[in-house]
């Protein structure tokens, strides 16, 4: 029997991989830094071995599936090129892994991992269905007939697969350190598209996903009446959201779903137009979309004393703006603080007015240093420049997160990519 290593199977699609192999009867170890990754847990939990880096851990009778991150130099992947046992790049060995399924990768530039970690809560419900989700999640199931999963367009990893369905959510500039400009994104996504094999579902309220060419059907779904998925008489509460679909304006049903904003609106159109494109009953549909609890790291709530805390993501200007968006609807008599760190210095420089914009929509900010190394930083870039655009900006510090204590009963938002969850863990310690 093969042993799968993985090197870095913290990653964040590593992690996930390893966990569907280890499901699915494989025997799966790997290694990767000390440093504890909120990833490691669902590989804890399953008791697979996490191991420090080190080439005594690579032995005859492996394959290795390599992380991204590390070139053939990393002393691992190098030993096993030496002895000659099999390195696999994580994209090649998904992309071969995946085609034993209908697959259905999820992409765009913002809502992946919600729409993936949806789809998949929605799928299971009706079939057999494996996933790999860029929260870190992952789970195999035995004789699957779906595959569904997160496909990142950085450095155009996604051109690793030819998937059955693709679900592209929207087209945004980010990823400044790869992509030159808005034309450039458009150019992989195009080439994306050409390697889906039996269908397209997209947003067709986006600016730029109805000028994409596919040899499939492309159906369009949003809020717009041009659209194929089309949501109407759209209801927002404190409890979440209710909305009729009209399909080619004819009605199919009312979906209700326990979330909150256009953009999980959205989402969830995108969810239920793949299953009625795979016949799925819509009373499954409608039930599962109910009892989706979320995925990592996205609007995850903890209230403490008077105040709620909120875990996300966000760290582009339209993730701020749809989640203090999601804010306002849940919760809307009370001041939203939002506690904010810039994920690169490239990032931040690019879009240093638009993160201005859509911070303001906040009550209150306060501002993290820019997580990023030094070898990137563009000229004299600090935090400071961000806050001198945002009038009731605050600088906050890991060791003084105190002053948040001034805003009883309001919201408070950390959001970022980077380390914010220790500015959260250090409020938490001291809320009290």
């Known amino acids: 029997m093969t042993v799968y290593h993985f090197v870095g199977i913290k990653g964040t699609g590593m992690s996930p991989l390893a966990q569907i192999l280890h499901d699915t009867g494989y025997t799966v170890q790997g290694s990767d830094i000390e440093k504890h990754i909120f990833t490691q847990k669902a590989l804890e939990e399953r008791n697979i071995k996490i191991l420090p880096f080190d080439p005594e851990n690579i032995q005859p009778g492996m394959t290795v599936i390599a992380g991204n991150a590390f070139p053939d130099t990393h002393p691992e992947i190098e030993r096993a090129l030496s002895e000659g046992i099999p390195v696999i ?162 009605f199919y049903d009312t979906f209700y779903i326990p979330a909150y904003g256009n953009h999980n609106v959205l989402n969830s159109l995108a969810v239920i137009a793949l299953c009625h494109y795979e016949a799925i009953d819509v009373e499954l549909i409608k039930g599962a979309l109910t009892t989706f609890g979320g995925v990592k790291r996205r609007f995850n709530e903890k209230v403490v004393g008077e105040q709620v805390l909120i875990d996300d993501y966000a760290h582009h200007p339209t993730e701020i703006e749809v989640t203090i968006e999601a804010a306002r609807q849940k919760y809307p008599d009370r001041d939203i603080v939002a506690v904010f760190q810039p994920h690169t210095f490239t990032r931040t420089q690019q879009f240093l007015s638009e993160f201005a914009d859509s911070l303001k929509k906040a009550d209150y900010v306060y501002l993290c240093d820019i997580f990023g190394s030094a070898r990137e930083n563009i000229g004299k870039l600090s935090i400071e420049d961000l806050r001198e655009k945002i009038p009731q900006a605050k600088l906050i510090e890991e060791e003084d997160t105190s002053v948040l204590k001034a805003h009883d009963d309001a919201i408070l938002i950390f959001m970022g990519a980077g380390d914010i969850q220790k500015y959260l863990r250090a409020y938490e310690k001291v809320a009290v």
């Open 89 to 250: 790049r994580y994209h090649k060995f998904l992309g071969e892994y995946m085609d034993s399924f209908t697959n259905v990768a999820i992409t765009g530039a913002h809502g992946k991992t919600s729409t993936t970690g949806l789809l998949a809560h929605v799928m299971q419900a009706a079939k057999p269905t494996s996933y790999l989700i860029g929260d870190g999640s992952g789970k195999g199931k035995e004789n699957s007939e779906y595959f569904v999963f997160e496909a990142c367009e950085y450095r155009r990893h996604f051109l690793s697969y030819h998937p059955d369905y693709a679900i592209m959510t929207n087209i945004d500039f980010d990823h400044p350190d790869y992509f030159s400009d808005i034309d450039d994104v458009f150019d992989a996504f195009q080439n994306m598209a050409l390697q889906v094999k039996k269908a397209i579902i997209a947003c067709g309220d986006d600016e730029h996903l109805p000028k994409i060419q596919a040899k499939v059907p492309v159906v369009y779904y949003g809020f717009n009446e041009e659209n194929d998925f089309q949501a109407r008489n759209v209801v927002k509460n404190t409890e979440g959201t209710t909305f009729d679909v009209f399909v080619r304006n004819t």
